[in-house]
């Protein structure tokens, strides 16, 4: 028998990220290329878990999250937003933002939507947008800079839009979005019933002192839409896989609908020692420094290779040309530095539906300072 002669994703195989990850370790090579920290989390948060356990927190959470997770979340938006989401009916927790943003595509994309997304597009959101029959469609992000082309958005605007979905700080590129860019966001779904959906994952890997733009800083774009963040990048603590979504009611409600019977709740050892940690600022604010410092570490150590590096505003990803290295594709030379140079990195070209003519790859630099310095040894050799 042929079960699956129709794929509900045709298109999707493993992802890169697995697929790099899993030739690093292969090879020995430094992993570069898949998003995680290479150091452990802060050990205090690790014993919060523990005590969590030991004092009985071990049976299901609520279905929406611990309350005292959802109030720290709402307390922490309040402060650096000036957004106060409800987080009773406001607030959700969730395995991760992977679970948040497939939730919130579940809940909203009906059969037949159009949702806009920008490409470079991080990898799960088309196939959340298919599992829902709705259709993708592609707004290219500027070549230079990787910023929105905010007129090329409007002009992809149809009746049939549902959602648009955003990413900012951006992965691949790091890019973030100014006051102007939700100025003109603010602009486009005026008079309109677009739904947003915003990755905002790493939203506290912020640099040179710039501040986050959240789109709940705007009222007129927080009552549209679904804004996602992961512990997972902020508390160096990806696999645990616990995340929110902040949300207006109405889309909250729908939103939960979705998410208890795809999870019904999260881990609850896990949400008692986060809503603990989060009471004290000081372990996110410290954040954009303690990365900045790796972001410029590995960039000056690049400054005199063959590799040519794009600005880093966000995230720990940094974007690296080399063109002046070779022409052979993103996969194929991402493939020979892992194998034959012993670092791992991932083609930009996985982040786009159609083939690219770049030369670019992604490093994360989110890794120990040692780390960092064998592969810097190793980059710069080639
Ligand atoms: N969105 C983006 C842009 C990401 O880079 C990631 C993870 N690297 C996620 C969402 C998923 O977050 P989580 O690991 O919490 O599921
Ligand atoms: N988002 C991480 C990255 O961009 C990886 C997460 C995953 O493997 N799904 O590297």
Redesign the pocket.
Known sequence: MNYFKTSKLPDVGTTIFTVMSRLAEQQGAINLGQ?FPDFNCDPRLQSLVAEAMHAGHNQYAPMAGLAALRQAIATKNARLYGHHYDPDTEITVTA???QA?MTAVLAAVRPGDEVIVLEPV?D?YVPAIRLAGGSPVYVQLNADDYGVPWDAVRAAVTHRTRMLIV?SPH?PSGAIFSGADLDALETIVRDTGILLLA?E?YEHIVFDGLPHQSLSRRPALAERAFVVS?F?KTFHT?GW?V?YCCAPAELSTEFRKVHQFMVFAVSTPMQHALAAWLADPSHYETLPAFYQAKRDRFRSGLATSRFRMLPCPGTYFQLADYSAISTETEEAFATRLTMEHGVAAIPVAAFHTRPVERCMVRFCFGKKNETLDRALERLNKI
Request: proline letters at 0%.
């Open positions: 998003g991760g933002g992977t943003l991080y799960s990413n992965n990755d994952v992961s997972g990806t896989k995340g």
